[in-house]
């Protein structure tokens, strides 16, 4: 089944960690993992007629969708060491 996750799941349910479901992304899971991700409310069925890309929920490009690069402080540069002659 097609699903998009909606609230972000937490915990592990058959040996799947639920915290690598994005909030936002589609996933194509089994029948059992979508209808339990429903029944708890954190996704909702998606009706696409188009294919979707299929990669493992472990593979490197997988873990990166969904994380965001660290957002960068307006603080100035922490001072240097200087030596004082």
């Known amino acids: ?13 058959d040996g799947i960690r639920l915290d690598r479901f994005f909030l936002g992304a589609t996933y194509d899971v ?5 209808n339990y991700l ?6 909702e069925i998606v009706e696409a007629d188009v ?4 990669l493992p929920i472990d593979h490197p490009i997988a873990e990166r969708i969904g994380h ?13 060491n200087r030596r004082r002659e």
């Open 1 to 13: 089944m097609r699903i998009r996750i909606t609230s972000p799941p937490s915990g592990t349910i």
């Open 30 to 34: 089994g029948t059992t993992l979508a």
């Open 38 to 43: 429903l029944a708890i409310g954190c996704a």
């Open 51 to 54: 294919p979707a890309l299929v």
């Open 68 to 80: 965001r690069a660290p957002a960068m402080a307006a603080d100035k540069a922490p001072p240097r």
